[in-house]
């Protein structure tokens, strides 16, 4: 588990994941998106405790990794300021076969919204700005709460 | 009984806050008590259950018990991804 203040490159990362036993690669990335709703974003700024953020996503892949037969697996997470369309997020396990990989990247990125001490505020074209609340939605999908202010 | 407690405010409880850290004199057992008795400071109208709370860098309950010295870290509702 790796927090970042630098551009995330899953190309690089991928690479240290590469094993000759592992039949299956499956990656995810988050993205900066324009909006969010209804309102157009500007930028996105996070804020990560990072001493818990570690421990915690540490934990996380432990928990991977006891429960799905996995060769690698590794998490990067940016802090700061990041502009629409950067990598926020990226989650990369490699395994002897897909559908483990698939679940266990899946498992990792649904634990690491819901768990890691890690806040976004939205900054939008209007000038304004509000931290998202990802956590009361994380059940329900992509459907966000947001509390605004300056 | 009283205890010197560290509070840490993150995010939007801090903006609240206007703080990021103090140490208070308060009267606690739980990292629940410290939550509630700061509900005015962090200006949360959050449930406790949306929310999360550290003692010492590591993750804790609501119901863990606070002790003298502790520093105690509250967080507003994550949203990392």
């Known amino acids: 588990m790796k927090i970042t203040a630098d551009s995330i490159e899953p190309d690089k ?8 036993g592992a039949g299956a690669y499956v990656s995810f990335e988050g993205w900066i998106r324009d909006h969010n709703d209804g309102q157009k974003v500007q930028r996105l700024e996070y804020e990560v405790y990072e001493p818990v953020a570690i421990k915690e996503g540490e934990k996380v892949i432990e ?36 559908d483990e990989a698939f679940a266990a990247c899946r498992y990792i990125i649904d ?19 509000g931290w998202v609340n990802c956590e009361r939605c994380a059940e329900h999908g992509h459907k966000h709460s947001v509390v605004t202010g300056n | 009984m009283t205890k010197l407690i560290k509070v840490r405010y993150f995010a939007g409880f801090r903006e609240s806050a206007g ?63």
């Open chain 2, 19 to 81: 703080t990021d850290e103090e140490e208070l004199s308060m009267d606690v057992s739980t990292a629940g008590d410290v939550f509630a008795q700061l509900q005015h400071r962090h200006g949360s109208s959050e449930p406790l259950g949306h929310c999360k709370v550290a003692i010492n860098d590591e993750m804790a309950d609501w119901d863990s018990s606070v002790k003298e010295g502790d520093t105690v870290l509250l967080f507003p509702p994550v949203a990392g991804g």
């Open chain 1, 111 to 129: 634990q690491v919204k819901v768990r890691l001490p890690i806040w976004k505020k939205e900054h939008y074209v209007e000038g304004h700005s």
């Open chain 1, 63 to 98: 928990e991977a990794k006891k429960k799905f037969p996995l060769l690698h697996v590794a998490c990067v997470h940016r802090s700061g300021l990041l502009e629409i369309g950067e990598c926020a997020v990226w989650v990369g396990v490699t395994s002897a076969h897909r």
């Open chain 1, 13 to 20: 990362l991928r690479d240290d994941l590469l094993d000759r």
